[in-house]
């Protein structure tokens, strides 16, 4: 009996180690994360209505560890000093089990979670397929550039100010035909992809992106570009409800205007993304950073990366809806930034007075670039727009008005689909529209009355911006005012 105990506690012991090391073996971490099963934290999580077919939680996770499933690629100190704000546009407060020392960022956590993987997924297809969807870019899968080049690809501060008269920009517009909706409404064919599998049970982050793949994944076909407090938190979760958008391991991957992040490559970049090769355009990924619109270095990294860039969408919100939501959500709290402790008056009269400074010396254009993250300069959206028109056609690009949106959600996606060339939205996917995380928009917050008796004072500053915006509409995206919806002063 001897031997046949020691035997058995043999056997125990090895099937104890083989466990153990399963847990942190890297070919297990790896089919891990191509099904798309990210480890959570064990406390509880909030829960945040997903797919038709499933549900979603909050994710917080250990930090990165080498040798495992873990990036050793996270570096607090990235995020702990920034002014910019990694919450995208409307966001929830954050989750009770969020843990500042984990990232000790200046702005506020979302913390909003998607549904497990799809029981669709075909390794096969991924592993053995020769059909890249980014065929189109081979030649841009080069060795990641070295940090010094990659850092000096940005945008001057001091700006061209006559954008229109710029060769680039002409080469751009000139000629070319912007997307409209309203044309073409047969455009899919069915019989192309029946055979194409649905994926409702993706899980991504708004913005905790310490998760990524452990291989490099597609590149990402569609870019919602912002603006901040514009409706592109509900936007992102609006189309990761379709079944041929798969999210990326978080919404806002901030890496084009993070320079710590940007200089670790595009190989890094591109494992926030899942590998969606072998499916011909059919299914698709992208992200969602906000400041990207924004940000004068943006357009310039991105062209340099991938030089025939992505689909580009941005949802734009009455100028002063949208900086009295920003001060709601930044005046109180921990996180460091400039709004934090003031009132309404005093937020609007430090913004406005920086910008006024700038302009009286500088054009509007060179000052953008400048004031960038500036509260009151984010709601001039012509040179953000203009600026991004230099480096990309504009066809690939899809203006929205988050009013409309919010209006006719289910009208506003459909016509977004069409211009990223998917199938419509199923009638089960326009429902689950209803459970759509859509951020914290915060104008029904109490906070917001303090900024009551300013409201005439702020449109009045922006009539004359956006008077310029709807002549430049009106020449270029003429289709987006069809669903313009009134409110917006000068325009």
Not at 108 to 134: I, L, Q
Not at 449 to 459: A, G, N, T, V
Request: with cysteine; net charge negative; proline share 6%.
């Amino acid at each position: 009996m001897l031997p046949l105990r020691i035997v058995l506690v043999a056997m125990f012991i090895m099937g104890y180690l083989t466990i153990r090391i399963a847990q942190t073996n890297e070919q297990f971490i790896l089919l891990r994360n191509i099904q798309g099963r990210y480890a959570e934290k064990e406390s509880e999580s909030n829960v945040v209505p997903g797919k038709p077919s499933g549900g979603s939680s909050e994710q917080e996770t250990d930090e990165d560890k080498d040798g495992d499933s873990y990036s050793d690629d996270y570096e607090p100190s990235v995020y702990k000093n920034s002014t910019d704000d990694r919450t995208g546009d409307d966001k929830v407060e954050a989750s009770d089990d969020h843990n500042p020392a984990i990232v000790n960022s200046t702005n506020d956590r979302a913390g909003d979670e998607k549904v497990e993987d799809s029981d669709d997924y075909n390794p096969a297809v991924f592993s053995n397929s020769t059909d890249d969807e980014d065929a189109g870019n081979k030649a841009e899968d080069t060795e990641d550039e070295p940090r010094a080049q990659l850092l000096n690809t940005t945008e001057p501060l001091r700006d061209r100010e006559d954008i229109e008269n710029d060769p680039a920009f002409i080469a751009n517009t000139v000629g070319k035909e912007p997307f409209n909706p309203y044309l073409n409404p047969d455009y899919y064919n069915s019989t192309e992809d029946l055979s194409i599998p649905d994926f409702y049970m993706d899980k991504y982050s708004t913005y905790d992106c310490r998760w990524r793949y452990l291989a490099a994944g597609s590149h990402p076909k569609f870019m919602v570009l912002g603006v901040h407090k514009g409706g592109s938190t509900a936007l992102y979760d609006y189309l990761i409800k379709h079944g041929r958008i798969r999210p990326a391991v978080c919404k806002e991957v901030h890496f084009f205007d993070f320079d710590a992040q940007y200089a670790k490559g595009k190989s890094f970049y591109l494992r926030h993304f899942p590998n969606v090769a072998g499916y011909k355009s059919r299914v698709i990924t992208g992200e969602g950073s906000p400041s990207y619109i924004r940000d004068p270095r943006v357009p310039a990294r991105f062209k340099a990366m991938f030089p025939s860039g992505s689909k580009f969408i941005v949802s734009l919100r009455e100028p002063s809806a949208r900086f009295i939501s920003h001060w709601v959500g930044k005046h109180k709290g921990n996180d460091v930034n400039p709004l934090l402790g003031l009132s309404c008056d005093d937020a609007w009269n430090t913004s406005v007075s920086a910008v006024e400074r700038c302009l009286e010396s500088e054009g509007l254009v060179t000052c953008q670039a400048k004031l960038h993250d500036n509260p009151v300069m984010r709601g001039i959206y012509l040179p953000q727009i203009k600026r991004w028109l230099r480096y990309f056609p504009i066809d690939q690009f899809f203006l929205i008005q988050a009013e409309a949106m919010f209006r006719d959600n289910r009208k506003i996606v459909q016509q977004t689909v069409k211009f990223l060339n998917l199938r419509p939205y199923t009638e089960a996917e326009l429902d689950s529209l209803q459970t759509a995380f859509k951020g914290s928009a915060h104008m029904g917050e109490d906070d917001a009355r303090q900024c009551d008796h300013l409201k005439d004072r702020i449109k009045e500053f922006y009539a004359n911006f956006n008077h310029l915006l709807k002549a430049f509409l009106e020449r270029w995206f003429p289709a987006v005012l069809i669903d313009w919806q009134p409110g917006w002063s000068g325009m």
